[in-house]
């Protein structure tokens, strides 16, 4: 074991040799050490690295507790910079919305200065001729224009012999400026084509804007009554007694039945013919026009058209001149109209006037519609029976497609499927119809029309 040892000794020292021969042939020379010392230099170095790797381990640990913390302080920056920007958009919601209020109000005042300008001009018109008028209206007693021999058959009775303090016929409107307590006979519900295209004129452009901020929905399973739904919570415009509300307002059952609201008849009666007419106690026809209008047109029509369709069509159709029979114009769309309607549908006004009227003028849109409506049918059915001139005009009447769409319905339709609002008032056209000449001869003359 002593031999060994020494020979490993003899080894490393031969080993350090070559070392230094090395060592001295690179430049870098050193003292020659001795095992020993080696191995304490060596015992030193490696305490030195074990104190640097702990001091790195320190600042190691220490550098990631700073990452730690500026990741910390990043993400409350990122989510102080999520808050800030929700902060701005709500800011620009809140502004966009201040503009387009500001826009609205704008218009409204515009608007609103606008028909007090018509209005005022409507006025002062009527005040002109009233003032004209006054003394003649003094003498002038609104009458039947019905001849003696067949006045008794055709229409009411107007009351020429009854005493002023009489009591009008219930339903049959007087005029707010007749005196002696005379009553106007339905057929002097008229008013000229001119006069319905002014109208039009004077509404068109407040219509459209309703009807583009609004939309509309049913409120009762007969689909009668509609309340308006204002699409702005803030809505700029003057329901004038239309039942309305805002979207929001809406619960989730509501919000399926709201629909479009269109520019038909409906819309121009609540915005506009009932408001203007409220106070005067009588028609539209009525109102505007001293004396009364006698017709030479009735127009038979369905409220569910377009209005801008419906005048433009009637201005193809007659002359500027025409007097003609418009329910919603003839007829006081503030009273009790259901009142007005006997368990005789040939007395009821639709009917006398028709009865006096020169022609009738079928207005047919591209659903032809006014055969589902009982009114509409009995109109056309009570025409043929009486040999009144009967005309079926669409509203594209150059279009061929267009008519030959419409006779392809036509072959198609029954019009004892037509309804009315009132149940009652379809049960009696029905069995008028009937006693008549009966739904099939109805069909096949609104067929034979198409045809021509």
């Known amino acids: 074991e002593k031999v060994a040892e020494a020979t490993r000794t003899q080894n490393e020292a031969k080993a350090l040799r070559t070392r230094l021969r090395q060592a001295e042939a690179q430049n870098k020379l050193f003292p020659f050490e001795q095992p020993w010392a080696i191995v304490a230099r060596t015992q030193k170095e490696l305490q030195e690295t074990k104190a640097t790797k702990a001091r790195c381990d320190v600042e190691k640990q220490l550098l990631e507790e700073e990452l730690k913390e500026l990741k910390e302080e990043k993400q409350a920056l990122l989510e102080g910079l999520h808050i800030r920007d929700q902060q701005l958009k709500k800011w620009q919601d809140a502004a966009k919305r201040l503009r387009q209020k500001e826009k609205a109000l704008s218009e409204q005042l515009a608007l609103q200065e606008q028909q007090y300008q018509s209005e005022l001009e409507q006025l002062k018109s009527q005040a002109s001729r009233l003032e004209k008028e006054n003394e003649r209206l003094e003498a002038f007693v609104y009458h039947s224009e019905a001849d003696h021999e067949d006045a008794g058959a055709l229409t009411l009775k107007t009351p020429l012999d009854r005493p002023p303090s009489s009591t009008a016929a219930p339903g049959f409107p007087k005029s707010p400026r007749q005196s002696a307590g005379g009553v106007v006979d339905p057929h002097l519900w008229g008013l000229t084509v001119q006069q319905l295209s002014d109208f039009h004129a004077e509404v068109q452009e407040d219509l459209e804007r309703y009807c583009e901020v609004h939309k509309m929905r049913f ?80 127009v038979t029509h369905t409220w569910g058209q377009d209005f801008n369709a419906f005048v433009q069509t009637l201005c193809n159709a007659l002359d500027p001149s025409d007097v003609i029979w418009v329910c919603s114009f003839a007829v006081d769309q503030n009273a009790d109209i259901k009142s007005l309607l006997s368990s005789d549908v040939e007395q009821s006004p639709f009917a006398r006037a028709l009865r006096r009227a020169e022609k009738l003028v079928v207005i047919l849109d591209e659903h032809l519609e006014v055969a589902d409506r009982a009114w509409c049918t009995y109109e056309i059915e009570r025409a043929g029976h009486w040999g009144i001139t ?46 008549s000449g009966g739904f099939d001869w109805l069909n096949s003359r609104l067929r034979n029309m198409l045809r021509d």
């Open 219 to 298: 409120t009762d399973q007969q689909k009668c009554v509609t309340e308006h739904i204002c699409l702005d919570a803030s809505c700029p415009f003057d329901h004038r007694d239309v039942p309305h509300r805002s979207e929001d307002q809406l619960n989730d059952e509501e919000k399926t039945s709201v629909q479009e609201l269109k520019n038909n008849m409906h819309l121009v009666v609540a915005r506009h013919v009932k408001p203007m007419t409220k106070s005067s106690g009588c028609s539209y026809a009525l109102m505007m026009n001293t004396p009364p209008k006698r017709i030479n047109t009735f």
């Open 390 to 435: 009967t005309v079926l005009w669409p509203h594209d009447v150059h279009n061929m497609e267009v008519l030959r769409q419409l006779l392809e319905k036509a072959e198609k339709i029954d019009m004892a499927d037509a309804q009315a609002s009132d149940p009652e008032d379809k049960e009696r056209i029905s069995q008028a119809i009937k006693a």
